[in-house]
């Protein structure tokens, strides 16, 4: 079946340190991945995607590339910012399906400090 | 991207009453809505994906008469919680998708903060 694991949090970092958040998938097929962010006391906000195989997502910063070779999809920033503080959602959905239904990680709280 | 409004943001009820959350796409014709639930620290939690003018499918364990859902239009879909319980209080989400195109995104809700005392 499909899935998702991504790193357990909380991760706390400085301001402008650099931020790498895991996320490994499984699934069949040809999947789309995702990154949502949720703000506090928020819905879900989509961060970033990528479709295919060595697509690089990208917005505000943050980047994810798509590695087929071993199923990844890791989320990155070169200098995080008090601001970026939320939790983030690593997610896919399989196209081979009727249902665009999304299918989401644990979610990783991220705290950033002055 | 396309805008999803969910109301109400927060709603606290009895025991034993019912609640309906809505869903709206904006400004966009949703043909298909999804509801989730979020537990404290956990992910979010598919509940059923509903299409317009259909009868929603329900995830396993998610008990289909206790949450109704209708989505009686292209820009609406409701959840009603029926005879809550403390047990249903959680964060509830909706997402909507236009899958008229292939590879569609999904917009979500800002989500419901329902507490049942």
């Known amino acids: 079946g499909n899935s998702v694991t991504q790193m357990e949090g909380p991760v706390t970092l400085s301001e402008e340190a650099f931020l790498t958040i895991n996320c490994t998938y499984t699934?069949?097929?040809?999947?789309?991945l995702f990154w949502y962010v949720q703000y506090p006391g928020e819905g879900l906000q989509l961060l970033l995607k990528a479709t295919k195989a060595d697509d690089k997502g990208s917005n505000k910063g943050f980047e994810a590339t798509y590695r087929k070779e071993t199923t990844s999809f890791h989320l990155e920033k070169g200098s995080v910012q008090v601001s970026d503080s939320a939790v983030y959602f690593c997610?896919?959905?399989?196209?081979?399906?009727?249902?665009?239904?999304?299918?989401f990680g644990t979610g990783t709280l991220l705290a950033v400090q002055p | 991207g396309a805008v999803v409004s969910q109301h109400p943001s927060r709603v606290i009820c009895k025991s034993g009453t019912s609640v309906k959350i809505e869903c709206r796409s904006l400004d966009f014709q949703a043909t298909t809505m999804f509801w989730y639930r979020q537990f404290p620290k956990k992910s979010l939690m598919l509940m059923a994906t509903?299409?317009?003018?259909?009868?929603?499918?329900?995830e396993q364990g998610v008990e289909k008469d206790k949450f109704l859902i209708n989505h009686a239009s292209l820009t609406l879909s409701t959840l009603t919680v029926t005879s809550a319980h403390p047990e249903d209080s959680s964060f509830y989400i909706c997402?909507?998708?236009?899958?008229?195109?292939?590879?569609?995104?999904?917009?979500f809700g800002q989500g419901t903060r329902l507490t049942v005392v």
């Open positions: 997402s909507a998708a236009s899958l008229t195109g292939w590879r569609t995104e999904a917009f």
């Open positions: 997610a896919l959905t399989n196209y081979g399906g009727a249902t665009n239904k999304l299918i």
């Open positions: 699934a069949t097929g040809y999947p789309s």
């Open positions: 509903s299409n317009e003018g259909s009868k929603a499918t329900y």
